[in-house]
């Protein structure tokens, strides 16, 4: 192929890529309704009436699970040591601990089918006494199927790249195929770490565990308020004041001390001008 077509077939495929990036979910759908569609012609008497509604079938729902338990004990360590092993036992593991006498924080990785079975279990182990308990949910089911989508078409358009790669002729065409494949194949790396990693946090669920020897205080709840928002202004204002009462206290010594020598020199050299128009008058 000459060298003209080669430039020709990379242009339109960063087109083609754009384009495809943008309509990846449409793609997607109208390509699993296309077996729905040949089901229903196929077996038309299954086919609903014109009163009836077809029920649309939603995808399964991907969720991050999270959840913190605050624990009153008087062993720490060993209330820390038994959450640690019921985890394991049910296919979790340990991440971050910091724990002391007094106090000890763990944060844990929990298989998310667990989550539920293990928190609901902790008041069971005669470990101490639950305080607070918290669980959150993120759906993230959106964010994996763009992913998914985008990487499928950056897949399609690595491959044509490298069709395009080992049809270059010249040492410039070679050059600029391979800069291009590079930045397709960086970015087609990047996505599918970044759905490995909302797959990993959809799979294992995140326990934070804090165990202390006296009850641990909930965090105060967020006013948002005008009052709040007051007192924040004012806070901020008094802040502000003190910083420059700091400043000027800071700066006046020096302002004394260079005001008096000054002024005597401005005293003396009007002085002697006045001194000197009488003179001339005279």
């Known amino acids: 192929m000459g060298r003209p077509v080669l430039w020709v077939g990379v242009v339109l495929l960063a087109l083609v890529s754009a384009g495809c990036s943008n309509n990846s979910s449409g793609t997607a759908s109208m390509d699993a309704a296309a077996p729905q569609a040949a089901d229903q012609k196929v077996a038309p008497q299954d086919k609903p009436d014109s009163a009836g509604v ?17 624990l009153r004990s008087d062993d720490v360590r060993a209330a820390v040591s038994k959450i640690k092993d019921r985890v394991v036992a049910a296919g979790g593991f340990a991440g971050q601990e910091n724990t002391t006498s007094t106090s000890g924080s763990v944060t844990l990785r929990v298989p998310a089918s667990e989550l539920d079975r293990i ?3 902790i008041p069971d182990m005669r470990i101490g006494e639950v305080t607070r308990r918290e669980m959150h ?3 993230v089911t959106d964010q994996l199927v763009d992913v998914d989508a985008r990487i499928a078409t950056q897949k399609a358009s690595v491959d044509r790249l490298r069709a395009l790669f080992e049809r270059a002729g010249t040492t410039s065409e070679i050059a600029q195929v391979e800069a291009e494949l590079t930045k397709r194949q960086s970015e087609l790396e990047s996505m599918q770490r970044r759905s490995e990693s909302l797959k990993g946090k959809v799979a294992m669920a995140t326990l934070t565990v804090q165990v202390s020897t006296v009850p641990i205080e909930a965090p105060a709840p967020v006013d948002a308020g005008f009052g709040a928002a007051f007192r924040s202004g004012w806070d901020a204002v008094v802040a502000v004041f003190k910083v420059i009462t700091v400043v000027v206290g800071a ?3 020096f302002v004394l001390v260079l005001a008096l020598p000054a002024a005597a020199v401005i005293y003396v050299l009007r002085r002697r001008k006045r001194v000197t128009r009488t003179n001339e008058e005279a």
């Open 137 to 139: 949910s993120e759906d």
């Open 54 to 70: 077809q029920p649309v079938q939603q995808p399964e729902r991907q969720l991050v699970r999270t959840a913190t338990v605050d």
């Open 251 to 253: 700066v006046l010594p």
């Open 119 to 121: 928190v609901d279990g």
